[in-house]
Nanobody, 126 residues
Framework: QVHLVESGGGLVQTGGSRTLSCSVS????????VGWFRQAPGKEREFVAA????????YYSDSAKSRFTISKDGTKNTVYLQMNNLTPEDTGLYYC???????????????????WGQGTQVTVSS
């Protein structure tokens, strides 16, 4: 069983930056692929970014590419999502998710992750 705790959410102005953290605890906390998803009110939860357990592969949605960076600190069992140049469309509840299975080469989806955190709210004001 793995336990995930997100932090770092808050209110940020358009064009600003924010870094989210996902603390992964449990058996072999660093041997997990981790992903970030977000859900805006009234919308489906959507994929944002993911990193393989080996750190060799990263995946991004089209909207996150070039603005967001996912990284992992294995010594702290923490995964970060650095978000730059934020817009109101980035507003939502951000979840991190983890799984011990390898991520598909074509990129992960919600069904590729078995453990989820409670989410942290990011609100971007215009």
């Amino acid at each position: 069983q793995v336990h995930l705790v997100e932090s770092g959410g808050g209110l940020v102005q358009t064009g600003g930056s924010r870094t989210l953290s996902c603390s992964v605890s449990g058996r072999s906390g660093s041997n997990y692929a981790v992903g970030w998803f977000r859900q805006a009110p009234g919308k489906e939860r959507e994929f944002v970014a993911a990193i393989s357990y080996s750190n060799r592969r990263t995946y991004y949605s089209d909207s996150a590419k070039s603005r967001f960076t996912i990284s992992k600190d294995g010594t702290k069992n923490t995964v970060y999502l650095q978000m730059n140049n934020l817009t109101p469309e980035d507003t939502g509840l951000y979840y991190c998710a983890a799984d011990r299975r390898p991520l598909p080469i074509g990129g992960p989806s919600r069904t590729d992750f078995g453990s989820w955190g409670q989410g942290t709210q990011v609100t971007v004001s215009s």
